[in-house]
């Protein structure tokens, strides 16, 4: 019997609430609507969840203050949906841990679609068979528990995140283009826009450089792409 898949849906327009639920309950998936930040939070301390749909504009805490707490504390795949539209705050949610940004008004089928793509790959596993654990430098993935440490230190990473560091220290002397990149993690066939992984590898270095500013762990291979910096 396949596990239930749940996804919390934080949105605080009934109407539009509503619609993702039915969008969610086609594909057999269980939503929750929540319709503020703290509603979310509470249900995000209660249960686990495979999605979360956020809005950014809600009623008292706002959507970009849900996602910092979410992605501080989860690896669950945010996708942002929001009648923001400008690209800085497309780029913003980005940085600040967002997996996807869908802008309002929105297609029904985009939706579904990006909802179903988000969970292929977070339930995928992409590691190498019969490892269970991957090291470089001061660096211990650990792949069944799906945790990094980096000199001693637990980093709190994103999906993407996660992705990208496992890819490039499973082949540790390939470079790995931003076409690469993209098709591999995002699971997307790439169309030339390089600033979803530009924005991740930037978080995914800086977290990496935190907990050990005196090691350099990847690098850019100017012209071609990113491979682990040996």
């Given amino acids: 019997m396949e596990q239930q898949v749940n996804i919390l849906v934080v949105e605080d327009d009934n109407d539009i609430n509503q619609l993702l639920c039915k969008i969610i309950k086609r594909s ?16 995000l301390e209660k249960q686990d969840w495979d999605l979360v749909l956020l809005d950014l504009m809600l009623p008292g805490m706002s959507g970009e203050e849900v996602l910092t707490k979410i992605t501080s504390q989860s690896t ?5 949906i929001s009648a923001k539209g400008k690209q800085q705050s497309k ?3 980005l940085r600040a841990g967002a997996d ?5 008004p929105f297609d029904i ?9 988000h969970l292929r790959r977070y339930k995928r596993t992409s590691e190498p068979p019969d490892r269970k654990e991957l090291t470089h430098k001061d660096i211990v993935v650990d792949l069944e528990a799906k945790t990094v440490w980096v000199n001693g230190t637990e980093l709190t990473l994103t999906v993407r995140e996660y992705s990208i560091l496992v890819l490039l220290m499973s082949s540790p002397k390939k470079v790995f283009t931003k076409s ?8 997307e066939q790439f169309h030339g826009d390089d600033n979803t992984v530009n924005v991740h590898m930037s978080n995914l270095r800086t977290k990496l450089s935190k907990a050990n500013p005196e090691e350099e762990y990847i690098e850019t291979i100017w012209g071609m792409g990113y491979r682990i910096k040996s």
């Avoid at 690469?180 to 699971?187: A, G, K, Y």
Wanted: proline letters at 7%; a negative charge; zero cysteines.
């Fill in 109 to 117: 089928e985009e939706v579904s679609a990006r909802i179903d793509s």
């Fill in 180 to 187: 690469n990149l993209f098709e591999s993690v995002w699971n």
């Fill in 28 to 43: 057999n998936y269980f939503p929750q609507p929540a319709y503020s930040g703290t509603e979310a939070l509470i249900y």
């Fill in 100 to 104: 996807d940004y869908i802008t309002k």
């Fill in 91 to 93: 780029i913003n949610s």
């Fill in 76 to 80: 669950v795949p945010v996708i942002i």
